[in-house]
């Protein structure tokens, strides 16, 4: 961990010392696809208030410090003298139909959250940009369509799930996936390279948005990083 990550994690209070041990990197989500077990936490690469309003410090101290940290616990418990002990995450993920449920749940747990956070930041008041901005024009209309159209697929996913816009074969779409399945598993009906993903579990925002989740779609709008948006398009 450098020194700025460290300060961060510092700053967001709230860690336990079995938690930062854990901080021995920092990475993105590129990096994690590589990772073996024991499967480690990113540290945020920002603070835990850093979302608000958009998104509460006590959502996002819970979201990380304990519901993602559960699912790497969980992942690498289950893989734990299985198979999958070896296989990085991008091999567990691509072939999560293989894979027994906790594995796949909590794969796609760990690899979810980590890209999450990074597609996050705190709020700039900017949108998208050169390439990114004429992907969406060209493949939604205008920027409004596609948020209308991403917001659609995010309020629409019944129960807990993720919606995301992703590339594929030089195009962009939006769909979303059940539970901490992602678009880069063998059993995804969307299939693709994420390149923006929304949690839309309730852990994600009940406890400033309650039943309203559609108040935090919208708010999620002031708080996306389309900086890292337009380097995973580039990666795509
Ligand atoms: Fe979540």
Not at 63 to 75: I, P, S, T
Not at 165 to 192: F, H, R
């Amino acid at each position: 961990m450098n020194r700025t990550d460290f300060l961060r994690t510092l700053a967001g209070g709230a860690l336990t010392a079995g938690a930062l041990a854990n901080h021995t990197f920092a990475g993105n989500s590129g990096t994690i696809l590589v990772e073996t077990a024991p499967f480690k936490q990113n540290p945020l690469p920002y603070d835990f208030a850093a979302l608000e309003p958009s998104i509460d410090k006590m959502t996002m101290e819970i979201h990380y410090g304990k519901h993602h940290a559960a699912y790497v616990k969980n992942l690498n418990d289950a893989v734990k003298g299985t198979e999958f002990e070896k296989k990085s995450l991008e091999e567990i993920i691509k072939s999560a139909g293989k894979a027994p449920a906790a594995i796949r749940n909590n794969g796609g747990g760990h690899w979810n959250h980590t890209f999450f956070w990074e597609v996050m930041g705190p709020k700039k008041g900017n949108g998208p940009t050169g390439a990114v901005s004429d992907a969406i024009n060209a493949q939604f209309g205008s920027l409004d369509k596609f948020k209308e159209e991403f917001g659609k697929a995010a309020t629409t996913r019944f129960g807990s799930g993720w919606a995301w816009l992703v590339a594929k074969g030089g195009k962009l779409s939006v769909g979303s996936t059940p539970n901490q399945d992602n678009p880069l598993m063998d059993v995804s009906e969307l299939k693709g390279t994420p390149i923006l993903g929304l949690d839309v579990w309730e852990h994600a925002y009940y406890l400033h948005y309650q039943n309203k989740r559609p108040d935090y779609i919208k708010a999620f709008w002031d708080v996306v990083n389309w900086e890292k948006v337009a380097k995973n398009m580039k990666k795509a």
